[in-house]
């Protein structure tokens, strides 16, 4: 099986604030290469590195806001988050759980520090990824998939670690998540040394991010913490050995291969969908939710 050649890595730029909870390195659409249509069907990567916030009574997080056309993804890694929306779904994500929210024709959403994490403070370490749907399901009834970590699937390595699969499959196991396109999202836990092998297909839009200690990637790439991985769309196989205690997350999706037009918290094919979506959002067709 031919090895996945790396085209780019990536440290984290300059850290900006989404609201006032979430200090967050953009990765995608970002810098460079990493263009929406480059990494579809994964349209944005806000990655809250671990960072330390201090006891506050006034929840920190991000207001009222609107969604459609795609899926956020919250993988929590530390820290607690506590959301809401205007169909009434709502709930904590804990560390190590995963909160898989299809906004689709719309939703009103919020989202918030934990309130006991709020008072008692501490680190906070968060990746949110939007990953797109194609046409025939942006305008489809919104839902959620709120995953605990116990119900994540764990492929065990052995000495080596484990591999959580939060969507798609490793080595036959399936992942917990449904999906509306074929989407692999997973988390390497490695010990030190600990290696691991990875198999997607050549074509599918390929990347990993380091989320705790360093990793080296197909034998020779020294990849540090935080750091972002693109793979070139051929060959089959990648391997990652851990230098150190390491999580790193691999996202690997077959493109979806539509037209991408996209507004601030709308992402459909064309920009009348996109006039359409502004229209709907200030007739209240959202639904109502208090901030």
Known sequence: MATKQIELVMAPGVPHFVGDGFRVHNFIPGRSRLSMKRMDPFIMLDYNSKYYFSPTEQARGVGVHPHRGFETVTIAYKGKVA????SGGGGVIGEGDVQWMTAASGVLHKEYHEKEFSKAGGDFQMVQLWVNLPAKDKMSAPKYQAIENKQIPIFDL??????????????GLKGAASTFTPVNLLNAKLNKDGKATF?????????????EGS???????QVALDNFVLFEN????IDIQ???QAVVLLMSGEPIGEPIASHGPF????HLELVQAFDDFNQGKFGYLED
């Open 83 to 86: 959301h809401h929306d205007s």
């Open 158 to 171: 052995g000495e080596n670690g484990k591999i959580e699969v939060i969507a798609g499959e490793y080595q």
């Open 199 to 211: 198999s997607f297909p050549a074509n599918y839009n390929t990347a990993l991010l380091v989320l």
């Open 215 to 221: 990793v080296v990637v197909n034998g020779n790439e």
């Open 234 to 237: 051929n060959g089959e196989s």
């Open 242 to 244: 851990a230098n150190e």
């Open 267 to 270: 992402v459909m094919n064309h």
